[in-house]
């Protein structure tokens, strides 16, 4: 067993990257990997309540996002200064997150086995 | 050379070939790597990284033949060459068995690719001692 840590930068609707990051995650917990996922920068807007992709003909990432606690990935984090830098706090997200500051992002990294970034 | 204690690696390309210059460092990784007496557990190919299997690119002769460098790697080295199936049938590479399911004539992966699904992503990170994502 190991431990994989997926950290994003992008907001959503900025191509494919994100999306087909979500598939790397489903597959690690199908393999019944401990999974975490760390927001930074842009991909704060992942999270963001009140999404309506589809009026513009994209898929809903935000809806993919909400899946993985279905599969038992839990720890969502997220940093405190990417939301405050967006005007955003916990209370915009669709999703229950662990915020942490941007000073304790190397500590938590340096927790896992395999690390992933989009 | 100085010998390393040998190493598994498993390594992800996520950048097309002419996007980016990290699939190119791959390579020049990989072949140090083996040099050294490393070994590499597989490379998997995903997001733009696909478009290194593409059979058809036709580079001017002046020009880095990247498709052609994994092919003659593969062959010299038995290195797995894995190209993720949903990331490449969203861009169009098709093999000849993939493509007769959808009801088309393509072949366009080049020698030494394999398609196949993320498992093998996640197989190879667990089996290697070090996974290096470039791009």
Not at chain 1, 34 to 41: A, E, K, R
Not at chain 2, 32 to 49: D, K, N, P, T
Request: glycine share 6%.
């Amino acid at each position: 067993m190991k431990t994989y840590l997926f950290v994003v930068h992008k907001p959503p609707y900025s191509g494919a990257r994100v999306q087909e990051m979500l598939d790397i995650i489903l597959t690690t917990a199908a393999f019944d990997q401990p999974v975490s996922l760390l927001l930074l920068d842009d991909a704060v807007f992942q999270l963001k309540k009140g999404q309506q992709p589809t009026s513009s003909g994209m898929k809903d990432t935000a809806a993919i996002f909400k899946t993985l606690e279905i599969v038992e990935v839990n720890d969502i984090y997220i940093e405190t200064e990417s939301l405050q830098e967006r005007g955003l706090s916990p209370g915009n997200l669709c999703l229950p997150v662990h915020e942490l500051s941007r000073k304790e992002v190397a500590r938590l990294m340096k927790q896992y086995d395999i690390v992933f970034s989009a | 050379m100085q010998q390393s204690k040998p190493m598994k690696f498993a390594i992800q390309i996520n950048t097309s070939p002419y996007g980016a210059n990290a699939g190119h460092t791959a390579y020049q990784f990989i072949t140090a790597a083996l040099r050294q007496g490393h070994e590499i557990f597989r490379v998997f190919f995903y997001h733009e990284g696909i478009y290194h299997a593409f059979k058809h690119a036709t580079p001017p002769d002046d020009e880095l033949q990247f498709t052609a460098q994994w092919s003659e790697l593969a062959r010299g080295h038995g290195i797995d060459l894995v190209v993720c199936i949903s990331a490449a049938q969203r861009r169009g590479l098709l093999c000849s068995d993939e493509a007769q399911r959808q009801g088309k004539k393509d072949q366009d992966l080049a020698e030494g690719f394999r398609i196949s699904g993320l498992g093998q992503l996640v197989e190879a990170t667990l089996e290697a001692d070090r996974f290096i994502v470039f791009g």
